[in-house]
């Protein structure tokens, strides 16, 4: 079992910039790939960002290349989203989420996930 606390989030002004934190706890949860998905009002959870387990490879939605970015401290069992030149179509619900596999961007693939933390961009 993997759990996963998602902090950070709340609001901004557009143009600004937020990082949000995924702590992982359980056995194994280095070794899971994590990922960062977002689920704005009406619509359908979509993938954001992801990062490997060792950290060599990061995917990105094209919508937030250039923007955000993701990194990963094994150590502390932590990942971090760091958004930059904030949208108001940013504004969502941020999900972490771990599966045990390789890369993918499908939400249901993934085996575990946070409670979500509300992201918000005025414009």
């Known amino acids: 079992q993997v759990q996963l606390v998602e902090s950070g989030g709340g609001l901004v002004q557009a143009g600004g910039s937020l990082r949000l934190s995924c702590a992982a706890s359980g056995r194994t949860a280095r070794t899971y790939l994590l990922a960062w998905f977002r689920q704005a009002p009406g619509k359908d959870r979509e993938f954001v960002i992801g990062?490997?387990?060792?950290?060599?490879?990061?995917y990105y939605a094209d919508s937030v290349k250039g923007r955000f970015t993701i990194s990963r401290d094994n150590a502390k069992n932590t990942a971090y989203l760091q958004m930059n030149s904030l949208k108001p179509e940013d504004t969502a619900v941020y999900y972490c989420?771990?599966?045990?596999?390789?890369?993918?961007?499908?939400?249901?693939?993934?085996?575990?996930w946070g409670q979500g933390t509300q992201v918000t961009v005025s414009s």
């Open positions: 989420a771990a599966r045990d596999t390789t890369y993918s961007d499908v939400a249901t693939f993934y085996d575990y």
């Open positions: 990062i490997t387990w060792n950290g060599d490879r990061t």
